[in-house]
């Protein structure tokens, strides 16, 4: 994790609101972030709500997909681990058959 001394302090404006934030992130990412969570909070203008449902709304949006990346994220390391255990297990039967090389007339 990035120290708190390479935090800069910056200002934005995001869902109608003037924030300022210190981040160690590029500025093209507090871009492309800021875009999203504008663009999601705007599209819930057509149900005419108050900007704090609107922001609890969007809340449970992007807890929703948090949670869908971390079980997402956990299932590849299960798939990456069962992987890697049945490489060991080819790596295994290969080095066993290095070690017992069979004479080259007992298969024909």
Not at 51 to 74: D, S, W
Request: hydrophobic letters at 40%; glycine letters at 4%.
């Amino acid at each position: 994790m990035a120290e708190m001394n390479s935090h800069r302090s910056i200002s934005i404006s995001v869902a109608n609101e003037r924030l300022q934030i210190k981040t160690d992130l590029p500025d093209g990412d507090i871009k492309e972030i800021v875009e999203y969570i504008d663009e999601r909070y705007d599209s819930y203008a057509r149900y005419n709500l108050e900007a704090g449902k609107r922001m609890a709304l969007l809340a449970l949006e992007l807890g929703q997909q948090l949670f869908e990346m971390r079980k997402l994220l956990h299932q590849v390391k299960v798939e990456r681990d069962e992987l890697n255990n049945g490489i060991k297990e080819m790596a295994a039967l290969l080095d066993e058959g290095l070690e017992r090389p069979e004479k080259s007339d007992d298969w024909m």
